[in-house]
């Protein structure tokens, strides 16, 4: 088929019967039609993306939180009723996304093409009916609680679900940053980072794990046990300023235990859990975790569990989600019944700041080139946590705190 003349169509071509393109009103008829189903096809995706269709949409919502950096792969939208009716393919879709200013198409790999929004997602309308409200826990009043915010000020709320008994809190950063950088190196270069893989064998992240002494609990995390060491001496200033200084926290009644985690870059991450080991009991009784943050910054959510959601698997209900960017030097608190109520994550590529250098003390000048990346693309966080109850072969599991009954397996 000759295709038609653009010239001709805007009634501007000069070549009359010369012209090597088709002048035929038939072909320039189905042009038109191609150029309106183009648009039909981008208006609907546009659409199912927009604002509008988000706040209620948790098929989208669902798609747009569990993908790195939000890109839905084209052939989600193969199976939408309208798209299906429309019997657009692949192909289709992607031109025709070619051309919209509110999306951003990304066109490799072949066969992976993916859309994503250029504005973070609206926060879905809480439906009453979506997130049913657990009855039976206790009030504060019924059960006082002491939260971290008792302890200091400055702490802001990100979680305050009374009737969960949930609460999650962050205190921004009040440390130097030649502090945080020193901090941020010696963590790096005197952790005994263990990595972890996912089920592909890519490294998602590195730990480590330390308990108090006395104690061989291990950590596990699906078929990989992080084996445990003493807390070493050169955390101690670490703790005293985070644990004593910034939450007000008498030697006594520090954690005994904090969990290590190194992200090198934003490719890695955490994806949705909630820290319920049997260690913690944080399923079962009020249970406080503080966390603290060293280097790039990460976007860290929380939502409440979905328990019965239609895939069988955990999951959140994404319209209750809230998110918290944290920077270099920033606390986060997990307290009361957030384990039992709700998740959290850090997912990956939302990295969103890097920390700042600082004028007044020029550490960066100090620190060679290779450090300086590292501080502005890596993170650590550090969380520690009550061990309540240790596991089994652990003699601290004994009342007299004797040697194991068991053997580690
Ligand atoms: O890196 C973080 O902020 C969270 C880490 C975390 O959730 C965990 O170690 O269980
Ligand atoms: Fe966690």
Not at 8 to 23: E, I, L, P, R
Not at 152 to 158: D, E, F, S
Request: with cysteine; net charge neutral; glycine share 6%.
């Amino acid at each position: 088929m000759i295709p038609p003349c653009h010239y001709f169509q805007m009634g501007c071509c000069t070549k009359g019967a010369a012209c090597k393109f088709s002048h035929s009103h038939a072909a320039s008829r189905s042009r038109q039609e191609d150029t309106l189903r183009m648009e039909a096809l981008r208006l609907q995706v546009e659409y199912y993306l927009s604002d509008e269709n988000l706040l209620t949409d948790n098929f989208f919502q669902d798609l747009i939180h569990s993908s790195e950096g939000g890109w839905i792969a084209i052939e989600s939208f193969l199976g939408c009723p309208r798209i299906h009716q429309l019997r657009a393919t692949a192909t289709e879709l992607i031109a025709a996304l070619r051309w919209s200013k509110q999306l951003r198409l990304r066109e490799w790999p072949q066969g992976k093409e993916a859309v994503c929004r250029t504005s973070p997602p609206p926060k879905p309308k809480v439906h009453a009916t979506t997130v049913p409200v657990p009855a039976g826990e206790d009030t504060l009043e019924f059960r006082p609680l002491k939260l971290l915010r008792d302890f200091t000020k400055g702490w802001q709320a990100v979680v305050e679900d009374v009737d969960r008994r949930s609460f999650c809190f962050v205190k921004r950063t009040s440390a130097p940053e030649d502090v945080l950088r020193q901090e941020f190196d010696l963590l790096l270069s005197s952790g005994h980072w263990q990595t972890l893989t996912s089920k592909t064998g890519a490294v998602t992240r590195s730990t480590a794990w330390y308990v108090s002494p006395g104690c061989c609990c291990r950590y596990v995390y699906g078929d990989t046990a992080v084996l445990p060491r003493d807390k070493p001496r050169w955390l101690a200033d670490v703790e005293a300023r985070v644990l004593g200084e910034l939450c007000g926290l008498r030697e006594d009644e520090w954690p005994n235990s904090v969990n290590m985690n190194l992200y090198e870059d934003e490719s890695q991450n955490v994806g949705w859990h909630s820290d319920d080991e049997g260690l913690f009991r944080g399923c079962q009784a009020d249970c406080r975790i503080i966390s603290a943050s060293w280097g790039a910054s990460r976007r860290f959510e929380v939502a409440v569990k979905d328990r019965n959601h239609v895939s069988g698997k955990p999951s959140v209900f994404y319209d209750t989600l809230n998110s918290v960017t944290l920077n270099s030097g920033d606390l986060c608190t997990m307290e009361g019944l957030f384990q039992k109520h709700f998740s959290h994550q850090v997912a990956k590529g939302n990295s969103v700041e890097s920390p700042k250098s600082s004028d007044s003390t020029n550490s960066e000048s100090m620190a060679s080139p290779e450090e300086t990346s590292r501080y502005r693309s890596a993170r650590i966080n550090l969380t520690w946590r009550y061990i309540v109850s240790h596991r089994s072969y652990c003699r601290r599991s004994r009342p007299d705190g004797e040697s194991p009954r068991l053997q580690p397996p």
